[in-house]
């Protein structure tokens, strides 16, 4: 077993540009949109706090500027948290390699990797305790958090053997072999980050998973059932918020779960219902007999008296208009929703227009 002296440290791979999640990222990364009533990155550094890290690097791209006027230093979790910033995105391996120079260069010690847009559950400390244990004469070079989905299409296909190990790692395939499937929570041995090749874009799923197992090193699945879910669609970020909401993902960054959860700067009229584990941000409003529930309603958006609106997202500063109806729709910043009009299910309108 390696003996640790250091607390491990992470990196979030932030830095992607969340178009499925447009028109939502227009203006923002996708790691700071509102899930369950906090910027969803919250959820991960807290989690990370909780399992011991107490250095978080962000690798950030796209809105870099963003991140940390809403994150801070990470004093707020006990932790350090420093920020780097690549001027054209590397992948999501060069963007791994491109914090190096941020973390300690004990060639031996822990680094937990995250995607930046999952909402997990797992045991972090188990994941690294199994990081740490012996196996024969080999030290695990990386470890994958694995999950078991119904369709592996829209992941990175990961194989192991009775073992446990790795035999294979195939990225968004038509045919998977497997519905094993990476989480995007991995623990890499430090010294492998110093492996990946710097100056280009590199993908950790296409190039350094696959070419770490050619190698025959030892690359090891993690699985672990418990809440998982990719917060990379529209639905996908409501279903997180209203499962953070009512309790049903576990979080160490809100507190008590409920049917809502509204931001203390927010007006909501006395004869309104707010419920299904809706989000409510600072300066919204809802105005009186609007119907709310399992949606997320943005910084400083407004819904009209008597709307419903269900299963949605309200961007910062949109307009529902009274009596309107929205259900499983996308409101981008700033735009309107007319009174009276129904929208479609499945409805995305565009920042600043009107419907
Ligand atoms: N810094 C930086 N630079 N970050 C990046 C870059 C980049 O060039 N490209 C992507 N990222 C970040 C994204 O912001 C996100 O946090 C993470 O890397 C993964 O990118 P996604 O775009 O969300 O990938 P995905 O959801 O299609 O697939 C990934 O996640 C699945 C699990 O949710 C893969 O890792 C799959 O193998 C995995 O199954
Ligand atoms: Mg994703």
Same mark, same amino acid.
């Given at each position: ?7 491990p440290e992470a990196v979030i791979v932030a830095g992607g ?14 790691h ?6 906090? /910027?969803?990155l919250?959820?991960q550094i807290?989690?990370l706090?909780?399992?011991?890290v107490r250095h978080v690097v962000l690798a950030t791209s796209y809105?870099a500027?963003?991140f940390e /006027?809403?994150l801070?230093?990470g004093?707020?979790?006990?932790i350090r948290l420093s920020y780097v910033l690549e001027e054209v995105p590397l992948g999501t391996g060069g963007a791994i390699r491109n914090v190096a120079d941020a973390l300690d260069p004990d060639p031996?010690g822990a680094v937990v990797i995250l995607n930046g ?69 991995y623990i890499f041995r430090r010294s492998v980050i110093d492996t990946i090749p710097t100056g280009r874009e590199v993908s950790v799923?296409?190039?350094t ?135 479609? /299910? ?10």
């Amino acid at each position: 077993m390696t003996d640790r002296s250091q607390a491990p440290e992470a990196v979030i791979v932030a830095g992607g540009f969340g178009s499925r999640l447009l028109p939502l990222t227009a203006r923002r990364p996708k790691h700071l949109l509102d899930v369950g009533g906090v /910027p969803f990155l919250e959820h991960q550094i807290s989690r990370l706090a909780e399992a011991g890290v107490r250095h978080v690097v962000l690798a950030t791209s796209y809105h870099a500027d963003q991140f940390e /006027p809403v994150l801070g230093d990470g004093s707020r979790w006990g932790i350090r948290l420093s920020y780097v910033l690549e001027e054209v995105p590397l992948g999501t391996g060069g963007a791994i390699r491109n914090v190096a120079d941020a973390l300690d260069p004990d060639p031996d010690g822990a680094v937990v990797i995250l995607n930046g847009d999952v909402l997990s559950g797992h045991d972090l400390a188990a994941q690294l305790k199994d990081f740490d244990t012996p196996r024969g004469e080999e030290s695990v070079a990386v470890s994958l958090h694995l999950v078991e989905v119904a369709d592996a299409r829209a992941f990175g296909c990961v194989p192991t053997d009775e073992n446990g190990r790795v035999l294979d790692f195939v990225e968004k395939s038509d045919n998977p072999v497997t519905n094993q499937v990476n989480a995007g929570c991995y623990i890499f041995r430090r010294s492998v980050i110093d492996t990946i090749p710097t100056g280009r874009e590199v993908s950790v799923e296409r190039e350094t998973f696959p070419g770490l197992v050619g190698e025959g090193r030892l690359v090891v699945g993690y699985v672990e059932t418990a809440y998982w879910r990719d917060v990379g669609t529209p639905q996908a970020l409501v279903d997180a918020s209203r499962d953070v909401v009512r309790g049903i993902a576990p979080t160490p960054a809100i507190g008590a779960a409920g049917e809502a959860r509204i931001d203390p700067a927010a007006r909501v009229a006395a004869a309104a219902s707010v419920a299904g584990g809706s989000g409510v941000m600072a300066g919204a409003r809802i105005d009186d007999g609007a119907v709310v529930s399992g949606s997320v309603i943005m910084t400083g958006a407004r819904i009209g008296a008597g709307a419903q609106v269900t299963d949605s997202v309200v961007g910062p500063g949109a307009v529902v208009g009274s009596d309107a109806v929205v259900e499983g729709s996308t409101i981008g910043d700033d735009a309107r929703v007319t009174a009276g009009v129904r929208l479609e /299910p499945g409805t995305r309108v565009d920042c600043a227009t009107t419907v």
